[in-house]
């Protein structure tokens, strides 16, 4: 998988060098690319923010350095001219990490995970001007993307989030495939308490059953695990029918 990342402050993306995701890179599984936003700016003071129009606090990034940066790396990922690959299917995925954007799901992961192609454009300040996401999703694929519903200053750390989360989901990117089953999200389920050795610390107890060698009633127990601590922490994730009882 090929990953473009434009931003202003390509030294955030560094961190990527190290564990899964830096592993990925080096055996080649996963291309990441890191931009500078500013490089696409033309003036003396390399501006990519102006006043919004029509008033209010704090400034918008202005579209010119984006189309100029975006037309470039689409253009490189399709092979061909810039910007005319972006309406069809072969084209990057553009994601725009934001704040007001749809929720981020392992179910999202697993569907960008099978994309070839995908483009991050860290926006600041109040965002970037609408007429580079309209211009974009005409001809190609754009998504906004939210974490959650908090405020992050930008999107350099969200989309390092959504790079961790998707680049394991890559055939070849975690060791043993089988531990990326059993994890909270995966079956729609937060996952089940997990003990190793010793038996018994500072007087707790693994639950006996885990130590019983059967595994159909360690199998229920830790379902029985799962839906308590679904139940308890996270109820909008249960099925309408699973949700009293
Ligand atoms: Cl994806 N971006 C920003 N700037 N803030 C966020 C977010 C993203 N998700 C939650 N808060």
Not at 2 to 17: A, G, Q
Not at 84 to 111: C, N, W, Y
Request: charged share 25%; glycine share 12%.
């Amino acid at each position: 998988m090929r990953i473009d990342i434009l931003t202003i402050f390509p030294e955030f993306f560094s961190v990527l060098d190290v564990s899964l995701v830096g592993k990925a890179r080096q055996s080649g599984l996963i291309d990441l690319r890191v931009h500078n936003l500013r490089d696409h700016t033309h003036d003396r003071h390399n501006t990519v923010d102006d006043t919004p129009y029509g008033g209010g606090a704090g400034m918008v990034m202005k579209p010119e350095p984006w189309g100029e940066a975006l037309d470039e790396i689409i253009g490189e990922v399709a092979g061909g001219a810039a910007g005319d690959q972006a309406g069809t299917d072969a084209g990057p995925v553009l994601i725009f990490p934001s704040p007001a954007g749809e929720l981020f799901t392992q179910k999202m992961a697993r569907s960008l995970a099978e994309e070839p192609n995908l483009v991050f454009g860290c926006g600041r300040y109040e965002g970037i001007d609408q007429r580079v996401f309209d211009h974009y999703a005409a001809t190609g694929r754009v998504r906004l993307i939210s974490l959650g519903d908090y405020v992050l200053n930008g999107g350099e750390v969200a989309v390092m989030a959504m790079i961790e989360a998707i680049g394991r989901l890559i055939p070849g990117v975690v060791g043993n495939p089988e531990s990326l089953v059993e994890e909270s999200h995966e079956d729609g389920l937060l996952e089940y308490p997990s003990y190793t050795k010793p038996s018994s610390w500072r007087g707790h107890d693994v639950p006996p059953v885990l130590l019983s060698g059967n595994h159909g009633a360690i199998a229920a127990w830790r379902r029985e695990q799962q839906l308590a601590r679904t139940r308890q922490v996270r109820p909008d994730l249960l099925p309408p029918a699973n949700s009293e009882e």
